[in-house]
């Protein structure tokens, strides 16, 4: 009788039975043998049977944290499908293992499917933002920058370009400013959104003018990005204007400006957001509501603490919740 793993496999190949979804989850953190096994076994399996596999992987690792399905997803990088290769990518997201660097850089480069290198810029904005923090290598870091960077410049491809400056937006790399700065002042209003987006990532004070002025566009999807933004560089003179966004008519938006606020902190914020809790009827959004107050009171705290001089010797009580 073969075991219960080999028999998914087989089940996993056979398109005369549907792909057992609650079975998926037995994919999750293969051994050595398990992980050769289905390698060689990959290559058998549709490419529509593939798509569906890796697609409810993705579904089941984001409802389960305890489910890591990586093994498998690496071995779905080298596909032979462009489109197996991004989902792969993409449901890689956690992982910050720097060998994954030269997979990502060689998709990024890869001419011929700019969905899929589109992808491949997005998930190396981690890898920049671990460089950042010095996390990985500062030569592996400057690989990085050099390939976004020269997909921002020259790239044939809008969404390319558009992924790439949203990666780069981490990097403290001293082209990075000219490059979001070109975006932002482009006439195509996907890349100033992404130039928003960039300047959030930034961490740098220089652009908090330009997110104050872009709360009040009148596009959706750059007002959404520049209350983020407020909040990641903790722009404090935006909290009136994020305020008044908690009454936008775009959930989206309403969401990012309740983020942000407890982001910022401060009594007016704090007081905005019990109000909106107290005045919504939508439980979730309560739920959301509950967790960035949560959030500002944790951060207020550690602010407050900050205060303190610890070279004495004090005991803290917690304070009463």
């Not at 075991?3 to 496999?9: D, I, M, R, S």
């Not at 983020?228 to 009454?247: N, Y």
Request: glycine share 4%; with cysteine; aromatic share 6%.
């Amino acid at each position: 009788m073969k075991k219960p793993f080999l028999q998914l496999l087989e089940t996993l190949q056979d398109e005369s039975v549907p792909i057992p979804l609650q079975r998926i989850s037995e994919l999750s953190d293969l051994d050595r043998d398990q992980q050769h096994q289905f390698e060689s076994v990959w290559p058998s399996v549709s490419t529509e049977r593939k798509l569906q596999i890796l697609k409810e992987m993705g579904q089941q690792a984001l409802g389960h944290f305890e489910l890591s399905f990586e093994a498998v997803n690496r071995i779905a990088l080298s596909d032979s499908d462009s489109e197996v290769r991004s989902i792969a990518i993409e449901n890689l997201w956690e992982s910050e293992d720097p060998s994954l660097v030269p997979v990502l850089l060689e998709s990024l480069v890869f001419k011929g499917d700019d969905h899929i290198r589109a992808v491949a810029a997005t998930a190396l904005g981690k890898f920049v933002w671990l460089g950042e923090i010095d996390e990985i290598p500062s030569e592996l870091l400057h690989q990085i920058e050099a390939g976004l960077l020269a997909t921002c410049r020259n790239d044939d491809s809008h969404e390319v370009r558009m992924r790439s400056l949203e990666s780069i937006g981490y990097s403290s790399h001293d082209d990075v400013p000219q490059q979001i700065e070109a975006a932002y002042n482009s006439k195509n209003e996907q890349m100033q959104q992404s130039a928003v987006l960039a300047m959030g990532r930034s961490a740098n004070k220089r652009w908090g003018n330009y997110i104050l002025s872009e709360l009040s566009n009148p596009n959706p999807l750059i007002r959404m990005e520049a209350a983020r933004a407020a909040g990641e560089l903790e722009v404090r003179e935006a909290t009136e204007t994020l305020i008044d966004l908690l009454q936008d008519v775009n959930d989206d938006i309403r969401l990012a400006a309740v983020w942000a606020l407890a982001e910022l902190g401060g009594e007016d914020a704090l007081n905005a957001l019990i109000e909106l809790g107290e005045q919504s009827e939508d439980s979730a959004f309560q739920d959301v509501i509950q967790k960035a107050i949560d959030h500002m009171t944790f951060i207020e705290g550690t602010r407050d603490l900050l205060l303190f001089d610890f070279d004495d010797d004090l005991n803290f009580e917690a304070p009463e919740s």
